[in-house]
């Protein structure tokens, strides 16, 4: 697998990601219109949280029709993401094209772990939204958003340390801890921190990289 194919897969139906470089070309008028109706979901969720995401009051505060915000989003999962899409398109430039250890030119395994740190920031900053995307539906984590993206990225850089195991269930793995629900659950009724979530997969990490991982241009 070549980091080709980690940025050529095609963007699932109803979101704006997971490849990166944002949102397609087009017209002036639904270029304002999506503006219009991204600034009126964060500001609900910013005014009322999360769980008050409605599609139809949505489109009466954006002022367009709410046909034109499920044409546009699919559904609640579809604009949460959205809602969230400037900040992913920089943290997937930053990971694909930054500088090291997140971007290239690092060893695997560092590049694995800071992946994973910035992830769990990430999951950190937007559980709310993340929460009300990936409960949406029970396949909303993996066919909305940028999780495909992060799985093969993980398994391009697993494969590089242990070439000879199942990468794509190892990356599978290594997400799965940053599920909504699960990191919801543990950091507010678990009470765990941060650090903690950080600590466990370096943990995790150390057994992963225990061969060692080659410098990665």
Same mark, same amino acid.
């Not at 995401?53 to 046909?67: P, Q, R």
């Not at 799985?151 to 494969?159: E, N, S, T, Y």
């Given at each position: 697998?070549?980091?080709?194919?980690?940025?050529?897969?095609?963007?699932?139906? @109803?979101a704006?990601? /997971?490849?990166a470089?944002?949102?397609p070309?087009?017209r002036?008028?639904?270029?304002?219109?999506r503006?219009?109706?991204?600034?009126?979901?964060?500001?609900?969720?910013a005014?009322?949280? /999360?769980?008050?995401?409605?599609?139809?009051?949505?489109a009466?505060?954006?002022?367009?029709?709410? +046909?034109?915000v $499920?044409?546009?989003?699919g559904?609640?999962?579809?604009?949460? $993401?959205a809602?969230?899409?400037?900040r992913?398109?920089?943290?997937?430039?930053?990971?694909?094209? @930054? /500088?090291?250890?997140?971007?290239? +030119?690092a060893?695997?395994p560092?590049?694995?772990r800071?992946f994973?740190?910035?992830?769990?920031?990430?999951?950190e900053?937007?559980? @709310?939204?993340?929460?009300?995307?990936?409960?949406?539906?029970?396949d909303?984590?993996?066919?909305?958003?940028? $999780?495909?993206?992060?799985r093969?990225?993980?398994?391009l850089?697993?494969?590089?340390?242990?070439?000879?195991?199942?990468?794509?269930?190892l990356?599978?793995?290594?997400?799965?801890?940053?599920?909504a629900?699960?990191?919801g659950y543990?950091?507010?009724?678990?009470?765990?921190?941060?650090?903690?979530?950080?600590?466990? $997969?370096d943990?995790?990490?150390?057994?992963?990289?225990?061969? +060692?991982?080659a410098?990665?241009?």
């Amino acid at each position: 697998m070549t980091q080709d194919d980690v940025t050529s897969r095609r963007r699932p139906a @109803g979101a704006e990601l /997971p490849l990166a470089g944002g949102p397609p070309a087009e017209r002036a008028d639904a270029a304002q219109n999506r503006r219009r109706i991204l600034a009126a979901a964060a500001a609900m969720v910013a005014e009322r949280g /999360p769980d008050a995401l409605s599609m139809d009051e949505v489109a009466k505060a954006a002022g367009v029709g709410v +046909g034109t915000v $499920y044409r546009r989003f699919g559904d609640r999962a579809g604009l949460a $993401y959205a809602v969230i899409d400037d900040r992913e398109v920089q943290f997937q430039a930053a990971f694909l094209q @930054g /500088p090291p250890p997140l971007g290239p +030119g690092a060893s695997a395994p560092e590049r694995i772990r800071a992946f994973l740190h910035a992830l769990v920031d990430r999951t950190e900053d937007q559980l @709310g939204l993340l929460l009300v995307a990936e409960m949406d539906s029970a396949d909303a984590r993996f066919t909305e958003g940028s $999780y495909e993206l992060y799985r093969q990225h993980l398994a391009l850089l697993v494969g590089r340390i242990r070439p000879e195991a199942d990468v794509r269930w190892l990356a599978d793995a290594l997400l799965a801890p940053l599920a909504a629900n699960l990191y919801g659950y543990q950091r507010r009724t678990g009470g765990m921190s941060v650090a903690r979530v950080k600590a466990g $997969y370096d943990d995790l990490l150390a057994g992963l990289a225990a061969d +060692g991982g080659a410098a990665a241009p």
